[in-house]
């Protein structure tokens, strides 16, 4: 493959391993590519694209040449919200197939565990107890997101059975789900949805989504699980409605403060499922497959494959 002139940086301060595991993925796969990880900079005039993990803010207004930049996954409000991004810059971000399947498995594991009242038979086990359970025949699933992952998410649970309706923006076609938008019709699929998964990205219209307004129309008993950002959560209001059963219970993956905090309650408390922001991860060596293909691209001036839309946020 041709190099265009110049470098490619990878800024991703706290995941050195995938740094190191991608820039090595990446020197195998694109002859002659000089590639620079963070603090290592070169010269910053050579730096025509930056694959990036949230990165210090203001760092990429160093680069007076950089074309692109990527996201090391698929959300990229870490990349949008830095005021330093130099104007003209195209973002790309990273969403490959082991991603979607990853996504898919944990949704899956979620939903499938609390249906089948998985944790119940486990607590009764540890005394013994043969007791048991029935569970609806089918369960209704609202999933917030018809994008890569709330689309896959979809079909997956439409395959297995279930009903499936998806909320978007536009109301996109999601893979034979029924498909909303607006809000209202949010509101009036809500009280019906045995489990709502948020799979947006984080967006200022998104902010703050999974709050007081949306707990109050859940149905009782429901299952959350936000597997999108942290901050698509107003933490106390979920305590809240955790009370009132509704939802009933909230599998979290993504947290407004990561690593979340030793004395965060949500660590004990009974009916939140915490895990560390692993419901999808990026493979280096797939993600290498995709920066080295735009770096083709870029340099032959094609087409970026998965184009960030600025003014849309995602
Ligand atoms: P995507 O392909 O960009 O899809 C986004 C979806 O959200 C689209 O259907 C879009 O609607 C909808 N949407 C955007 N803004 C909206 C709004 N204001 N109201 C209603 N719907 C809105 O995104 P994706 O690849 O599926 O990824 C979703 C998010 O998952 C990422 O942004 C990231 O934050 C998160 N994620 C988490 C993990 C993890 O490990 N926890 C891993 C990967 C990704 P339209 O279809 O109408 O445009
Ligand atoms: C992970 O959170 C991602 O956005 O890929």
């Not at 910053?44 to 074309?67: E, I, K, Q, T």
């Amino acid at each position: 493959m041709d190099s265009v002139n110049g470098s490619l940086l990878i800024l991703m301060p706290d995941r050195e391993d995938d740094a190191g595991l991608l820039a090595a993925n990446l020197r195998e796969m694109v002859a002659g590519l000089e590639v620079r990880i963070w603090p290592e900079l070169g010269d910053p005039a050579d730096v025509r694209m930056v694959v990036s993990w949230r990165h210090p803010p203001g760092a990429l207004g160093r680069f007076p040449n950089l074309d692109v930049v990527a996201s090391f996954g698929a959300g990229v409000e870490h990349i949008l919200v830095d005021k330093g991004l130099p104007s003209g810059v195209r973002i790309v971000r990273t969403v490959d197939e082991s991603l979607v399947r990853d996504m898919v498995e944990y949704v899956l594991l979620a939903v499938v565990t609390w249906r089948r009242r998985w944790e119940s038979f486990q607590l009764n086990q540890a005394k013994g107890l043969w007791a048991p359970q029935s569970y609806p025949a089918q369960t209704s699933v609202l999933v917030l997101g018809a994008g890569r992952l709330g689309g896959a998410v979809s079909k997956a649970l439409i395959d297995l059975g279930h009903r499936v309706a998806s909320w978007s923006r536009t109301g996109s076609e999601s893979q034979g789900a029924r498909c909303l938008e607006v809000e209202g019709a949010l509101c009036e699929a809500l009280p019906h949805a045995e489990g709502v998964i948020c799979l947006l990205p984080l967006s200022s219209e998104t902010e703050g989504i999974l709050s007081r307004p949306m707990f109050e129309r859940m149905k009782e008993g429901s299952l959350l699980v936000n597997v999108a950002r942290g901050r698509h959560l107003v933490e106390e209001d979920l305590l809240d409605a955790l009370k009132r059963g509704r939802p009933a219970h909230a599998v979290l993956d993504v947290f407004r403060e990561e690593p979340l905090p030793a004395a965060h309650s949500f660590w004990t408390h009974p009916k939140i499922t915490v895990t560390p922001h692993v419901a999808a991860l990026t493979d280096p060596k797939e993600a290498a497959r995709r920066v080295a293909e735009n770096w083709r691209r870029l340099s032959e001036g094609e087409d970026l494959l998965d184009v960030v839309d600025v003014e849309r946020g995602y």
